[in-house]
């Protein structure tokens, strides 16, 4: 399809993926989503880490608000959950994104069929993609 296209209307750009990082514990300052975790766009992992990540933020603010934590301890608390998630979801993105455009017929439609059939099967989806 792509040799057979108007040159002028095909780009290629290159994925990228966020190398794990320490925490820093700042007090003041955090990240979420891409920010901090970016990851090749495969299945939409990005997206539901970065709401996975809203949510703990929130919850951390949340308790910040309601007085039960201090700032600095809720988004230490915070960071220490998403981190571990974030950059384990950047592995899993980048394993599946070589599957998706590995060389190799048959390997790629055995990882799409998976995939596939992971969609179709809650539990096996939930087996599978589970943080």
Same mark, same amino acid.
């Not at 990240?31 to 992992?45: E, F, K, R, W, Y």
């Given at each position: 399809m792509i040799t057979e296209s108007d040159p002028a209307t095909v780009s290629r750009f290159e994925f990228t993926a966020a190398l794990p990082v320490k925490p820093w514990h700042d007090g003041r300052?955090?990240?979420?989503?891409? @920010?901090?975790?970016?990851?090749?766009?495969?299945?939409?992992?990005?997206?539901?880490? @970065?709401?996975?990540?809203a949510r703990d933020l929130c919850q951390a603010l949340t308790d910040v608000h309601g007085g039960r934590r201090p700032l600095a301890?809720?988004?230490?608390?915070?960071?220490?959950?998403?981190?571990?998630?974030?950059?384990?979801?950047?592995?899993?993105?980048?394993?599946y994104l070589t599957l998706a455009i590995s060389g190799n017929p048959a390997l790629r439609?055995?990882?799409?069929?998976?995939?596939?059939?992971?969609g179709a099967l809650p539990p096996l989806r939930q087996a599978v993609f589970a943080d």
């Open positions: 300052v955090t990240l979420l989503g891409d @920010a901090i975790h970016q990851m090749p766009p495969v299945g939409g992992i990005g997206g539901n880490i @970065a709401l996975c990540d301890d809720a988004l230490a608390g915070y960071e220490d959950q998403m981190l571990p998630r974030g950059f384990a979801a950047v592995r899993a993105s980048r394993r439609r055995t990882a799409r069929g998976f995939f596939r059939l992971c």
